[in-house]
């Protein structure tokens, strides 16, 4: 499949596809009237409180914004690397970026506690906040993204199809970067406070957003008749093995470094010892089945040629990445502040002991809505613009 | 001068003439609210531990009162802006009592993620909240170090006005900053330790080298808590 070749198609807007737009638009209205209830309430129908201030709404958006920023490495390889490959999937790669990216920011704006201050968040702005400075990388990959889908897209801007390519893998490399930094510039939290959790998220992202890439393109491709070449498919599963090894190398690093030193003694326990729900979710959500099972999947003899073994690797990728994000937030928080070293403390407002934080359906409602929002920028692009080609199957060898 | 002058109007009237003497060796000095606030005054609190009592929580009763902080029976997200802290030994069994709230940092963290800038610290060194520009996002509540901060989850009603709050805002200690810019010189936790006899948290300039807080600093000493992130706290222990 040569790039010059490649023809591109609007997927069909037949039943099916207004039927799936409906669906997720009735998916986004029900999240909206949650999220109404929740304003008008307070945040204390919630499963978040003065301890665990941040929930499942920052597990989904977390996980959506670093899945945006891999969701380009399709992008990048074509575009910046040049694996000829890959091209024709690089208008894909930006859309589910943008796609993932505005679901994501979407949940964390109506999470606010005063999200009718979104104009504030806007106009003031504080330069030592990595916050502040993730307002800007977020909203500016999104024009990162449109340039670089811009040129994509008119054959007269071609030459500068790389520029722009280098241009979003720097973004996004900063913006992983700066989404890993809201944890590891927390200095008096025992599970953060560690420069270590910049690297990881970015890799996390590699990981998280090629997963989300595959089920989206085999999805797309399913829903308009398109089969998927196994080649291409088997291509991006051995790529997302290599992340998924990558991942558990920099978890395994950061767990190391603490148990090295007596003072985190106490939050490794927390996290490692198998006694605590984090703990479990650690072990059987997050290296269990959201590593070794892929893994297994990817590499063994027997699944590694296999479209489903590699579709269910994939999507267990994407749970462990949602758990591993519920470990590194909830737990991080659940985790008491140690503020006297050695000794033992005890209030009336939970000092010395685990947080408890059980989830709400509020808070749930929040997620799916930020997903759903996400999934109708991709269905929307597709059905209104040239984003898949016309073929994914594999190309044939030359006779 | 008119005779239905508030009492705000009359404090200013008077910290502009200077001082005014309540008793013998009392003084009132008030802000006036044209002068802005200077760094020459850095205001703190020194709490004595071997005088807190752990049975005892007036300047918690105090605080809420001051501030209308209300229980709503939802202890996990209630808001305080001052707890009692229980503090043991785990080797020899030594127990310590001690109010734990803002510690007005040189350095706060929370001031330093807050991504509107709405976590602020008047240069005199009280860490405050613009409840204008907080937006909600409680960034500030995972940067703090000592655990200080409520997000309020619920409406409120009946506040008071020297203590504006909110639904969706965040908030914490204000070192009773209305009264301080009223030249009340105390807070409602030093007022009602002291009230009660205990007289374990004092109230006082940390820049002014005769203020009876540096004095007691200068000859007992004081620790921080968690001095090892080296925010400069504004609220220092004895006796920890």
Redesign the interface.
Known sequence: MSIASVRYATLDAGRSYWGLLAVLAGMTLVGLAGFLHL?H????ITGM???V??GIPHVFAVFLIVAASGALNVASIASVFGQVTYKPLARLSGLLAAGLLIGGLAILVLD????D??I??MT???F?????WN?FLYTGLLAVIALYMFVLFQPAFARWTRAAGILALLWRLVLTTGTGA?FG?????QGYDAAIMAPLFIIMSFSFGTAVFMLVLTAAGRGSGRVLGDALLFRLKNLLAIFVSAVLYFVLAYHITNLYATEHHGYEAFILNFESLYSKLFWIGQVGFGSLVPLALFYAPRTRTCRISTHVGAGLVILGGLIQMYVIIIGG?AYP?V??P??????????GVIA?YVPSIWEFLLGFTGVAIGLIVVVAGLGALGILPEDLSDPKPAS | MSLDLTRREFLQGAGAAGALTLAPGVFLYAKDPEVPVTDAVRWGLLVDTRLCQEDCDACVEACNEEHNLED?G???????WI????????LGGRTISLP?MCQHCENP?C????????SFRRIDGIVLVDK????????C???????A???????LTEQLPHAPRG????ESCTMCVHKVDAGENTTACAEACHKDGHQAILFGDLNDPDSEISKRIREFGATQ??AD?GLNTGVRYQN?
């Open positions: 304003e309430e307070g945040h204390w409180n003065n301890q201030v941040w606010l506690g005063r999200p201050r979104l504030v968040a003031y702005y504080n030592k906040s990595i916050f502040a307002i809201i510039f927390l200095v008096a939290r928080q502040l503020l006297f050695g000794m033992e403390e005890s209030s009336s407002f939970y000092d408890s | 709503l939802r202890p996990e997200t209630d808001a305080q707890r009692k802290l229980t503090v043991r030994d785990p734990m963290p001031v330093d993620v807050c991504p509107t800038g709405a204008h520009t907080c937006i909600g996002c409680r960034y509540m995972m940067a703090c170090p000592y655990k901060r409520s997000f309020i989850h619920e409406n639904k969706g805002c965040v808590i968690r992130l920890l």
